[in-house]
C-alpha cells in the first residue's frame, strides 16, 4: 500500500526543514535504511532514511522550505494507484504524468545541404569535387534545385573556409582557444594576431567590472537561524561589558610542562579553569526563567566553531568534573564532527556558559552576544607582547584581553567584576586549581 514519507521531526524546537539533495530518484527501488534526501535544520544538515520497502513513485517537495510532517514524496509499488495521495498532498494524476515529458526532438541547426533518406542531395561534380578538397559535403549550403548542393557551392565553401582560416594566424588560434574567445567577435580589417585576442580578453574582463553589481541569494537555515537568535538575544538581555588583561605566561608554561604528554590549546586551559570559577559565582552560570533565576551545581561550557557557513557551539557537558586532558580531547572531537557536518542536536544542547575565542585572528577586543538562555559570554583575544612595570621594573609579557558580556537581569557590575579577577588569577596562577 503506498504512504507518505514526512519531513521528520528531527528537534523539540523544529518547525520546519530546508531539503537540500534528494539521493534517490523517482522510479528507485528502496529499502528500509536507506537515505533518501538531506535536510538543513537548527544549523545541522541531517540525513533522512526510509522507513518503509517500495518504489519511490512521487517527489513532492524536490527542494526548499518544508513544514515539519508535511509529505515529501510518496513510495508505493510500481504499478499501484497513487492518484489519491496526490490529490491529498495537493498534487494531481495529471500531475504524476506531467512528470514524464512526452519525447520533443529539439529545433535542428539548420543544415546547409538538403537530406533524403540519410544521404546529402548533391550533383555527382559537386560530390567529386567534395571528397578531392577534403570537404564533408554536409556542411555545404545548397543552392541548387530543391536546395541540393552544387559544384560552385563547394568551391564558394572552399573559399570562405580559406578566407576564415586567413583571418586569424596560428599561434591567435590557439591563444583563443586557451582563452576562450570567439574570433569572430573581434573586428579588424587585416589578420588578427595573438596581441589581438589577449587585448580583446582583457576588455571583456575589464567590461564585467564597469558597472557596479549587487548579487542576492536567500539565507541558508543555519543562517536565519543564527540571526534569529542573535536578534531575541539582543532584546531580552539588557547586557553590559567588561574587559580585563591577563599575563598568559603560566598558561604558556603549562603547555610547554605537558607537551610530551599531550597537545593543549589555551581554550582548552580556559574551560577548565572557567568550570572552577563558575562554581565560585553562580549566577554567571546562571539563566532566567521569568521572575526566577535558576542557578546550577554543574558547568556546560559551549565552545564556539566558526564554519564558512555561520557558527556552531558544541557543548562541553559537566566540565566541572573533568580534566584538562579529557576536556582537550572532547573539544577536539567537538570540532572536528562540527567541521565535518556529524554534530547531533545534543551535542549543542544544554550550554550554561559560553567561550567564542577568535584571537588567532589578531582581534584584540569584541563584544560577543549571549548565547540564550545563558546570562554570560566570554571573549578570547589574541595574546599581545606588552611592556608592563613591575617592581620598579621593566618588563615584556604576553598579555590578552578577555571580553565579558553578561545579562544584567541576574549580574551586576560588581560580581562580573569580581568574577573577572578571580578569573585573572587562576589564569596567572593556575597552580591554584590544585588546591
Wanted: aromatic letters at 4%.
Amino acid at each position: 500500500m503506498a504512504k507518505y514519507i514526512v519531513m521528520p521531526k528531527l528537534g523539540l524546537t523544529m518547525a520546519e526543514g530546508v531539503i537540500s539533495n534528494w539521493r534517490k530518484q523517482e522510479g528507485d527501488t528502496i529499502k528500509s535504511g536507506d537515505v533518501l534526501f538531506d535536510v538543513e535544520t537548527d544549523k545541522l544538515n541531517n540525513e533522512v532514511e526510509a522507513t518503509i520497502d517500495g518504489v519511490l513513485r512521487k517527489i513532492l517537495a524536490s527542494d526548499g522550505t518544508v513544514p515539519v510532517l508535511a509529505p515529501v514524496a510518496i513510495v508505493g509499488e510500481t504499478d499501484e494507484d497513487i492518484s489519491e495521495l496526490l490529490k491529498i498532498a495537493g498534487g494531481t494524476v495529471e500531475t504524476e504524468k506531467a512528470a514524464v515529458k512526452p519525447e520533443t526532438k529539439e529545433p535542428e541547426a539548420q543544415i546547409a545541404a538538403s537530406v533524403t533518406g540519410g544521404r546529402v542531395k548533391a550533383s555527382p561534380r559537386a560530390k567529386k569535387l567534395a571528397q578531392d578538397m577534403g570537404i564533408d559535403i554536409s556542411l555545404v549550403t545548397g543552392t541548387g534545385p530543391d536546395g541540393s548542393v552544387t559544384e560552385n557551392d563547394v568551391k564558394n565553401y572552399q573559399e570562405k573556409s580559406k578566407d576564415e582560416k586567413n583571418k586569424v594566424s596560428p599561434t591567435a588560434q590557439v591563444v583563443a582557444g586557451l582563452l576562450s574567445v570567439d574570433t569572430n567577435k573581434i573586428e579588424k580589417d587585416s589578420r588578427i594576431m595573438k596581441e589581438d585576442i589577449i587585448k580583446f580578453k582583457l576588455s571583456e574582463e575589464l567590461e564585467k567590472y564597469a558597472e557596479p553589481q549587487e548579487y542576492r541569494k536567500p539565507m541558508s537555515i543555519m543562517r536565519k537561524v543564527i540571526a534569529r537568535r542573535m536578534l531575541e538575544s539582543k532584546q531580552i538581555s539588557p547586557t553590559v561589558n567588561y574587559n580585563i588583561k591577563v599575563d598568559t605566561s603560566a598558561m604558556k608554561n603549562l603547555r610547554e610542562d605537558v607537551k610530551h604528554v599531550m597537545k593543549i590549546s589555551y581554550n582548552d586551559i580556559l574551560v577548565k579553569i572557567l568550570s572552577k570559577v563558575l562554581l565560585e559565582f553562580p549566577l554567571l552560570n546562571s539563566s532566567v526563567d521569568g521572575n526566577d533565576i535558576i542557578t546550577r551545581n554543574y558547568v556546560n561550557i559551549g565552545v564556539a566553531v566558526a564554519l564558512p557557513e555561520g557558527l556552531l557551539v558544541p557543548v562541553v557537558k559537566y566540565a566541572n568534573v573533568k580534566g584538562l586532558k579529557e576536556i582537550s580531547a572532547e573539544i577536539k572531537k567537538m570540532s572536528s564532527k562540527a567541521k565535518n557536518n556529524e554534530l547531533t542536536p545534543d551535542d549543542l544542547k544544554g550550554g550554561t556558559f559560553t567561550i567564542s575565542n577568535i584571537g588567532m585572528y589578531g582581534v584584540e577586543s569584541f563584544t560577543p552576544i549571549v548565547n540564550q538562555p545563558e546570562v554570560a559570554i566570554l571573549g578570547v583575544n589574541a595574546i599581545k607582547e606588552e611592556t608592563v612595570v613591575e617592581n620598579g621594573e621593566i618588563k615584556i609579557k604576553p598579555l590578552m584581553n578577555l571580553s565579558l558580556t553578561a545579562d544584567h537581569r541576574a549580574v551586576d557590575g560588581a560580581v562580573a567584576a569580581e568574577f573577572l579577577a578571580q578569573l585573572k588569577e587562576y589564569i596567572e596562577k593556575p597552580g591554584l586549581l590544585l588546591l
